[in-house]
């Protein structure tokens, strides 16, 4: 479907613009949260190792295994900035 | 309540003939941390009891019979110890050789079971053979063939080729069974190779296969009856004898707990010493229950000389946690990141207050903290041991808190409660009430619509977590403050504040509340600088965690609302096909049952693991260290049997 920029009136150029910040505010969550989970993979493993041979290490191999997470937040913010 | 038990390092020295009344004394007093006494030349380790080898063989005995018996199961109703030691012995041997005999009978049972199945195993491919095994071998003119051929292949026709003078038998289960003179064997065989021919061996019985299967399988049934006839005995044992081998087990685990104890003392030809902690409240009643006992006959002193030398052993100390008994669940919280060191701030009390106000603040639904409630209060009361007994209470306490904000949200089950401007709510004719505008022109409203004030929750959240951060920082400063001094307190932790103070100077100077920015920029590199002179040019690296450890906070906010998105979804979905009326409707009843039991189960791992990490991750890191021993108080938790 093509959209004739010169007959669109305001209100489709304005749902456009809306539609646009939606596809950004769901790239940036989606993407963030695709990065966190590559480096969560790699530390969760890690951790599950870890922990299997030693018990103790639960709470740091967590902690080591949740601080990619921060990555995914940050592009929740972006998304609720870009959305408001 | 945010320190740990003080400790005192004690010394108990006396004469060999009152070892053993003090050991007594000491084991119930249950108190005294032993340190094992290493060799140095000097003194010697101290040798076990006398009776201590009997005691521990005994031990060993009672643990084989409760583990052949399958005991396990916890059995609350003490037994007089006493009572218990006089008959203990004789009714052990009693009970020994009962079991032993049974022991023997299964596993004789269970060879002749194993012997069964493994000629059943040999015989069952030549089943409907009407041969005897004895007459399959030993000819010299004849060879004998058995085994298996392709499927669906003829051999005869080709067998009459080669010879007339033949025989040959099929089984039930295709197995055949071939004999010809000696003289053909070579063509056969190669007839047979050429029929993708695989021997199955001839069992070494004598016996028609048919008569054999059914004797085997005869006594393959006596067996097993055999078998369930001495189970039920042994359960028989079981239930009869459960109490005396749970009490006496743990009576000869005391008994040689004590009688063993020398071997972490330093004893000399006639005298002994005991090193070891103990909590300073309990010390006084010790010294006097240990004099009374052995008539004075040993001295006992605190090593307060070595106050320095303490503070340098900072991690020897062990660590007895020193709680209310409402935060005391939360020290399992601790346990899992580690145990605080002696001279640091116990944060329990902290994670006591923000874990389930942040629990509370993600999840605020009143469905679910219903139903979590109900789920931890059932399985508080079935399920016992201290590990489960310290999560369900943690779950309690964050579903009390999660009610709390359910009603301050007005959310049930990811239904909104109360109207809000034309988006209908579950209970009709409660409209929300507009209490004032904040953030962006969001209107704070009672009951908090979250989906409709997420700029307003977001700066909230990271408030919040502002707050959080510089609790951590100010029990940061006391803790340096205590081991480095005033200088590092301030150059390491202070630094952070004032970061934090330079950065929102900035932030109010770009929005334009105040008129310029320099002081912003003047404060934060003032900041920086004492960073750099307190931790070192590494600092610089660590900067932007500020950032990222604030706004890591909006996840409380974050986390909700997808917990709200998954919710509605599931109300969405099974709202149409519930009103698509008919059979939609059982399907919506249980993509509603089913959407729901997925997002509490989702309820209490995501909102859980968040509030966690906020704690560990933000939290923790800007004052603690942990890695405190565990305080182990020679001594024994009576569980089975009472003195």
Not at chain 2, 238 to 256: M, P, R, V
Not at chain 2, 334 to 347: F, Q, S, V, W
Not at chain 2, 383 to 392: A, D, M, R, T, V
Request: hydrophobic residues 45%; negative net charge; contains cysteine.
């Amino acid at each position: 479907m093509t959209v004739d920029i010169a007959s669109a009136t305001l209100e489709q150029i304005l749902a456009n613009q809306k539609g646009l910040l939606a596809i950004g505010a769901g790239l940036a969550v989606g993407l963030a949260g695709i990065g966190s989970g590559i480096a969560e993979k790699d530390i969760g493993a890690a951790a599950v190792g870890a922990f299997t041979e030693k018990e103790e290490l639960f709470g740091k191999g967590l902690i080591m295994t949740v601080i990619p997470e921060t990555i995914v937040i940050f592009g929740f913010v972006i998304a609720i900035m870009m959305i408001i | 309540m945010l320190k740990p038990k003080q400790m005192s390092r004690v010394l108990l020295v006396g004469h060999k003939d009152v070892l053993e009344q003090t050991i007594e004394v000491l084991h119930s007093l249950h108190g005294l941390h032993i340190e094992e006494y290493e060799d140095d030349g000097y003194f010697n380790i101290g040798k076990p009891l006398p009776g201590a080898e009997q005691d521990s063989k005994d031990l060993l005995k009672l643990r084989s019979i409760s583990s052949f018996l399958g005991i396990g199961d916890p059995y609350h109703r003490p037994v007089d110890a006493k009572q218990l030691s006089s008959g203990l012995k004789e009714k052990l041997e009693a009970l020994d050789s009962t079991v032993s005999e049974k022991l023997s009978r299964k596993s004789d049972i269970e060879a002749n079971l194993k012997d069964v199945e493994t000629k059943t195993h040999d015989i069952t491919p030549f089943s409907g053979i009407p041969i005897d095994f004895d007459l399959c071998s030993g000819y010299d003119s004849l060879q004998v063939f058995s085994g298996v051929i392709k499927k669906g292949t003829d051999i005869e026709t080709d067998l009459k080729k080669i010879t007339s003078e033949y025989q040959l038998f099929v089984g039930n289960t295709g197995v055949i069974l071939l004999f010809v003179p000696v003289r053909y064997g070579d063509d056969v065989s190669h007839l047979l190779s050429e029929c993708e021919f695989a021997e199955v061996k001839i069992p070494e019985i004598s016996g028609v296969p048919d008569i054999l299967l059914s004797e085997l399988e005869s006594r393959h049934d006596l067996l097993t009856a055999d078998l369930g006839l001495l189970s039920v005995e042994i359960d028989s044992i079981k239930s009869q004898d459960e109490e005396f081998i749970l009490s006496s087990e743990e009576l000869l685990a005391i008994e040689t707990q004590k009688k063993e104890a020398p071997l972490f003392f330093a004893t000399s030809e006639h005298a002994f010493v005991i090193d070891g902690w103990i909590p300073d409240d309990e010390f006084t009643l010790m010294k006097s229950r240990v004099s009374e006992a052995t008539g004075d006959r040993v001295h006992i002193a605190l090593r307060e000389e070595a106050a320095d030398e303490v503070a340098a052993e900072d991690t020897n100390i062990p660590i007895e946690y020193d709680n209310p008994k409402i935060v005391k669940p939360f020290e399992a919280v601790m346990n899992l990141y580690a145990r605080p060191k002696y001279h640091e701030i116990d944060p329990t009390t902290f994670v006591f207050i923000a874990f389930p106000l942040f629990y509370g603040l993600i999840l605020g639904d009143i469905g679910y903290a219903l139903i979590l409630l109900g789920i931890s209060l059932y399985g508080r009361s079935k399920l016992h041991g201290e590990g489960w007994n310290s999560l369900f209470t943690v779950l309690i306490y964050c579903n009390i808190s999660t009610l709390f904000f359910g009603i301050l949200y007005g959310e049930f089950l990811g239904f909104p409660l109360a109207e809000l401007h034309g988006h209908p709510g579950l209970i009709p004719g409660w409209h929300t009430v507009d209490l004032f505008t904040a953030m962006g022109d969001e209107l704070v409203t009672f009951p908090i619509h979250r989906t409709h004030l997420v700029s307003t929750l977001l700066i909230l959240t990271i408030l919040i977590g502002v707050i959080h951060i510089n609790i951590g920082l100010l029990a940061g400063f006391r803790n340096v403050l205590k081991q480095h001094g005033m200088r590092e307190a301030v150059l390491e932790k202070v630094s952070w504040m004032v970061l934090q103070l330079g950065a929102f100077l900035l932030l109010f100077g770009m929005m334009g509340v105040i008129p310029s920015m320099l002081p912003g920029a003047c404060v934060l590199i003032l900041a920086i600088g004492m960073l750099i002179a307190g931790e070192g040019a590494v600092a610089i690296i660590e900067l932007p965690s500020i950032l990222s450890n604030t706004l890591s906070y909006s996840r409380l906010l974050a986390v909700g609302l997808s917990s709200i998105g998954i919710a509605t979804a599931i109300n969405t979905m099974s709202g149409m096909l519930v009103e698509s009326g008919g059979l939609f409707i059982i399907g919506g009843v249980a993509v509603f049952i089913l959407g729901h039991t997925i997002n509490t189960a989702l309820s209490v791992i995501a909102p859980g693991l968040h509030a966690l990490r906020l704690q560990y991750v933000e939290f923790f890191t800007k004052f603690y260290e942990g890695g405190g021993r565990i305080y182990d108080p020679f001594g024994y938790n009576r569980v089975y049997t009472e003195e």
